[in-house]
């Protein structure tokens, strides 16, 4: 979870990341947001795990941010993330009045730590009567996650105990996206960020087990659009750190 207020206009590319991201703007400026499957203008947001890079703007923003695991999320959304697959749509389809509610209390609150604790109470009573992932799936994804990527879906079934076929579809159905595709998606992000800080590209490649540069280039546009050097230079990271700084600090 994170707070962070920027002075606007702001304008940055949502990239892929291995979480589903929740936001709420309490400022009264909504979210405007372009992607693959048109406009959205909302005070609140959830972005499935499998989402494509979408470009937000806002005239300023006050906002709360969670991150949440694939597994947690298909308990506090409410939904297994199948249904929410690659889309972002207000949260307020998901949560209904509670939504607004919500974010009318964050915009009450005097300050970080209050709103922190109100999103806390939130989501821990979300909990108890969520659905919850097979114990299979979640230690599946936990899998994907500690190895940055690098588990074949063929050890990760023999693992759980199931086939590749049955591992497929549960993980699927459940998380919204296949094993195969989490574990693009979890390697992609860590290239990104040693990419970000500057490592050789060449490098990276070696080190997160692509089998050569191009082959990092051809995961990175199928995940941005764009080339990994001009990912590695756009806002989005530069913003994700003021919410989710490397060294603790008090929220923006």
């Known amino acids: 979870m994170a707070g962070f207020r920027i002075r606007g206009p702001v304008e940055v590319r949502a990239i892929p990341h291995p979480a589903v991201t929740v936001g709420l703007e309490f400022g009264d400026r909504p979210f405007d947001i372009q992607g693959a499957a048109g406009r959205l203008r909302t005070e609140s947001l959830a972005a499935g795990l499998a ?43 998901l ?4 939504a607004p509610r919500l974010r009318e209390r964050l915009h009450e609150a005097g300050t970080w730590q209050e709103r922190f604790a109100l999103m806390t109470t939130e989501l821990s009573g979300r909990l108890p009567a969520g ?14 996650v500690a190895s940055r990527g690098r588990i074949s879906v063929r050890d990760l079934a023999a693992r759980t105990g199931w086939s590749r076929q049955r591992l497929w579809s549960r993980f699927g159905s459940q998380l919204g996206l296949t094993p195969k595709r989490a574990a693009m998606l979890v390697r992609f992000d860590h290239a990104m960020h040693r990419l ?5 590209p060449a490098r990276v490649a070696a080190d997160a087990g692509y089998v050569d540069q191009s082959h990092l280039h051809h995961d990175v546009r199928a995940f941005t659009g764009i080339t990994p050097m001009a990912a590695a230079d756009e806002p989005w990271l530069a913003v994700d750190d003021r919410a989710w700084p490397a060294v603790a600090q008090p929220a923006l």
Do not use: N, Y
């Not at 949560?95 to 509670?98: C, S, Y």
């Open 51 to 93: 989402f494509s890079a979408f470009g937000v703007r806002v005239e300023s923003v006050a906002c709360v941010q969670i991150r949440l695991s694939p597994p947690t999320a298909h308990t506090l959304l409410g939904l297994p993330l199948e249904q929410l697959g690659s889309s972002v749509i207000a949260l307020d389809d």
């Open 95 to 98: 949560w209904g009045r509670d």
């Open 131 to 144: 659905p919850v992932v097979e114990p299979e799936v979640a230690f599946a994804w936990r899998q994907i």
């Open 196 to 200: 970000v800080r500057g490592h050789a």
